[in-house]
């Protein structure tokens, strides 16, 4: 820690690690704190403007706001206030890189998407694949799950549970059960009595769909209410640590694939676009490149990346941004305190299941994100 009262440098430079924004005590101004983690340990600074209690406070001009993630450069001063306690205030901020991650959505009135419960649970259909064996996909599915809990663990409530099948045939769609389905004969959600089958393209070795509130006039808005993966056992050989019974040249390691899912399964979007994506901006409101147009190893090495070669490991791992999306989203100091899996007939605290049925009045809406494969040079623009 740096004291209190040592001189400071004129800039410190450093990441945003934890930012939280409070009225004073006569509530007619909003400071925002945060520390920043220097060579020379941790400072906390001082920001006048932030958000609280659904109020936002901004003067203009003045510096972006800091935000957790960023790395920054502050000019400082330290100053005193009314009860003589120190404070390192900041005069200005230039964002040196940092966040890049972004979050699906928006809904119609701007919101991104989110779970309400504390955690989420996931069912993994006890069909499997053919390309692997239960015993081998079992732990590949554990890991892909538990990297996103334990890595976000010590700044996160968020945790993805797996939750005992059901009988019967297990089939993607908005019931309230989130489901992990693996696909060998038909990369195509099947017919139902009025809709044709839905086939996804064939460079996607995976996809989640979630459906959630799309719904200004609730305040639920942006809540996910079910989300389904498909692992595509069709176009690519399923494959755990290398093996697979499939015949297909491609192998995609689940736990690569699966890992980037349970990503979107969170509420991620990709870090940079393809061409056929929409205009979007990331955490911190800067336009998402193109991936073909950048360089930044932020965007190209997240787990969130939209692209994974054959036999591709590296997602398994989860980037700094990674980690960093889930405690922004989902941070410690807003841990809503409910976890009720779906059908168990608890209430969860008032809040909500991980799935549930919307009421009549909520409009919904849908969400598909792909990981595409680059087994197919040259066809990614
Ligand atoms: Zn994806």
């Known amino acids: 820690m740096v004291p209190l009262g ?3 440098p004129p800039s410190i430079t450093g990441d945003v690690v934890e930012v939280h924004a409070r009225w004073t005590a006569s509530h007619d101004r909003i400071v925002t704190e945060a520390t920043v983690t220097t060579p020379d340990g941790p400072v906390v600074v001082s ?76 069912v993994v259909d006890p069909a499997g694949t053919k390309a692997v064996p239960d015993a ?19 700044c996160s409530y968020i945790q993805v549970m797996q939750q005992a099948a059901p009988s019967g ?16 004969a038909s990369w195509c959600r099947p017919a139902v009595n009025d809709d044709l089958p839905r086939c996804y393209p064939d460079a996607a070795a995976g996809i989640t769909t979630a459906v959630f ?21 069709v176009d690519f050989a399923i494959s755990v640590g290398g093996q697979s019974a499939s015949l297909q040249a491609c192998h995609a390691e689940l736990q690569n694939t699966l890992t980037h899912e349970v990503g979107h399964l969170h509420g991620l979007e990709h870090t940079c676009r393809v061409a056929t994506d929409p205009e979007r901006v990331d955490n911190n409101g800067r336009a998402v490149p193109f991936c073909s147009d950048t360089t930044d190893p932020a965007i190209l090495n997240a ?20 980690k960093n999306a889930i405690c922004v989203i989902y941070p410690t100091a807003d841990d809503p305190g409910t976890c009720a899996a779906p059908g168990s007939g608890k209430s969860g605290g008032g809040c ?27 066809a990614i623009s």
């Open 47 to 122: 920001q006048l403007g932030g958000s609280v209690d659904g109020v936002a406070m901004r003067s203009m001009p003045g510096p972006p706001l800091i935000e957790a993630g960023m790395t920054v450069r502050l000019a400082v001063h330290e100053g005193r206030d009314l009860a003589d306690r120190v404070h390192v205030a900041i005069d200005d901020v230039e964002i040196l890189g940092g966040t890049r991650f972004v979050r699906t959505g928006p809904t119609k009135s701007g919101k991104s998407i989110y779970w309400e419960s504390g955690c989420v649970f996931l």
């Open 169 to 184: 045939v297990l089939e993607v769609g908005n019931d309230g059960m989130n489901l992990l389905k693996f696909r060998d």
């Open 303 to 322: 787990t969130m990346y939209p692209f994974q070669e054959c036999g591709e490991t590296s997602k398994e791992v989860l980037s700094a941004d990674d």
């Open 6 to 8: 040592a001189v400071l």
């Open 213 to 233: 509130i799309d719904d200004a006039k609730s305040k639920r808005d942006g809540a996910i209410l079910d989300a389904d993966i498909e692992i595509n056992g």
């Open 136 to 154: 081998t996909l079992g732990p590949a599915v554990d890991a892909s799950i538990a990297v996103w809990n334990d890595d976000a663990a010590a």
């Open 352 to 378: 909500c299941d991980a799935g549930g049925s919307p009421g009549a009045a909520l409009v919904l809406a849908a969400a598909t994100s792909l990981l595409l494969s680059r087994r197919r040079r040259g």
